[in-house]
């Protein structure tokens, strides 16, 4: 069974470009997780989907972040306009209700220069 | 903020048992306590979950304390593929989000 996939798996952007980050939960979770880790800090939970539906999104740090998990499969994270800060990888997870263990990506590299 | 304290590291020696505490004073009755690994810039890799009995897996043991304020991660005979930071989170099950701290940086030496 395929685990959580993350894509790209690194990326390199100009500051103020557009990067969108892709998620594949494992098949069947209905709850996705986006966490991320900045240089330096600790890994900081951003959002969590139940299915298509935002169940907590309190982690989001500003409006430049958007996610979306349309019809409740995979997720996309946009990053609009990137800033320096934004620099780090950020991970996706998935868990299923009926065994409620949070399974992670590998993390997509994001480098804003 | 995490409602765990671990040590930053630890060493141990290759072979040899891992015995990595953790505090949860302040854990809830319905709260579990999960370890994760994180190897080098790897996604988080789960490892063992609990409630109140010890767990036992392939991987490790889970020994949480009858009061349940604290826990012990062991990893039997620790190899030099063990070496990483070992997070101890306590959730409450069903959807809610991880917070993790800083973990222990667990480094087996030859």
């Known amino acids: 069974e395929a685990g959580v996939t993350q894509f790209p798996s690194h990326s390199v952007i100009e500051k103020g470009q557009t990067v969108t980050l892709r998620c594949d939960p494992i098949s069947g979770h209905d709850n996705l997780y986006w966490y991320r880790r900045v240089m330096g800090k600790e890994i900081k939970f951003l959002l969590h989907f139940v299915k298509e539906s935002k169940q907590d999104e309190s982690g989001m740090p500003n409006n430049r972040f958007l996610a979306e998990r349309t019809g409740g499969t995979y997720s996309t994270l946009k990053v609009q306009p990137a800033e320096l800060e934004d620099s780090g990888v950020y991970f996706c997870a998935s868990s299923s209700f009926a065994v409620d263990t949070i399974y992670f990506g590998e993390g997509s590299w994001l480098t804003v220069v | 903020d995490a409602k765990t304290t671990q040590p930053t590291s630890m060493d141990c020696a290759e072979g040899r048992a891992a015995n990595l505490p953790c505090n949860h004073s302040?854990?809830?009755?319905?709260?579990?306590v999960y370890w994760y690994r994180q190897i080098h810039s790897q996604g988080p890799q789960y490892i063992i979950h609990g409630l109140k009995n010890n767990e036992t897996n392939e991987m490790a043991s889970l020994i949480i304390t009858e009061d349940r304020k604290s826990s012990t991660l062991i990893l039997p005979h620790a190899t030099l593929r063990d070496t990483a930071v070992y997070y101890c989170?306590?959730?409450?099950?069903?959807?809610?989000?991880?917070?993790f701290g800083p973990g222990t940086r667990l480094s087996v030496l030859p």
């Open positions: 302040t854990i809830s009755g319905n709260e579990y």
């Open positions: 989170i306590v959730r409450h099950n069903y959807g809610q989000n991880f917070v």
